[in-house]
Antibody
Framework: EVQVVESGGGLVQQGGSLRLSCAAS????????MHWVRQAPGKGLVWVSR????????NYADSVKGRFTFSRDNAKNTVYLQMNSLRAEDTAVYYC??????????WGQGTLVTVSS | NFMLTQPHSVSESPGKTVTISCTRS????????VQWYQQRPGSSPTTVIY?????PSGVPDRFSGSIDSSSNSASLTISGLKTEDEADYYC??????????FGGGTKLTVL
């Protein structure tokens, strides 16, 4: 059974930093692109970032470019989202997901990030 | 940047068929695959359609996807509606300038 499990969410002050982790199991991790998608309370899904299977290529939404960094460790089947200069509008549930460059196959349960002003 | 526009909500009765549209604002809908995700209340999203019309294993064949180049839109059709289909549905696509774009989501009510 494939599992995608996020961790690291919590309450942080505006301007602060947080690092999310996401561990995947039950799949050949090194073959999958990984994604972060977020959902503000009561709102829709918003794509945040993706990383290719070997970690050499990343893309970011304009809203987080320059503030967020997506990385992966294939030896640990884990990805990381380093979030700096956090803003109130970054408050959301952050979903980690595994798939290809154009689709998601497996979603995590999400981790809540709350940025207080 | 392109946008994907979905109706805010749709409703239909159990056993009926409903179609949810997803219209691309610029660029051709046929140029890049469209995916559909289902999100039941309080749950994570799941994939119900990928690559325009492919169903992941475990998704019933009551779910189907299609593309219409004339309206530059994609559609998700759910037949034989069940109360368990009540959820939010999101379309998603991409292009070279915008790695990923989600539609705003459609709330399906089965009443």
């Amino acid at each position: 059974e494939v599992q995608v499990v996020e961790s690291g969410g919590g309450l942080v002050q505006q301007g602060g930093s947080l690092r999310l982790s996401c561990a995947a199991s039950g799949l050949t991790f090194s073959r999958y692109w990984m994604h972060w998608v977020r959902q503000a309370p009561g709102k829709g899904l918003v794509w945040v970032s993706r990383i290719n299977s070997d970690g050499r290529s990343t893309n970011y939404a304009d809203s987080v470019k320059g503030r967020f960094t997506f990385s992966r460790d294939n030896a640990k089947n884990t990805v990381y989202l380093q979030m700096n200069s956090l803003r109130a509008e970054d408050t959301a549930v952050y979903y980690c997901a595994a798939g290809g460059n154009s689709e998601i196959d497996y979603w995590g349960q999400g981790t809540l990030v709350t940025v207080s002003s | 940047n392109f946008m994907l526009t979905q109706p805010h909500s749709v409703s239909e009765s159990p056993g009926k068929t409903v179609t949810i549209s997803c219209t691309r604002s610029s660029g051709s809908i046929v140029s890049n695959y469209v995916q559909w995700y289902q999100q039941r209340p309080g749950s994570s999203p799941t994939t119900v359609i990928y690559e325009d019309n492919q169903r992941p294993s475990g998704v019933p064949d009551r779910f189907s996807g299609s593309i219409d180049s004339s309206s530059n839109s994609a559609s998700l059709t759910i037949s034989g509606l069940k109360t368990e289909d009540e959820a939010d549905y999101y379309c998603q696509s991409y292009d070279s300038s915008n790695p990923w774009v989600f539609g705003g989501g459609t709330k399906l009510t089965v009443l």
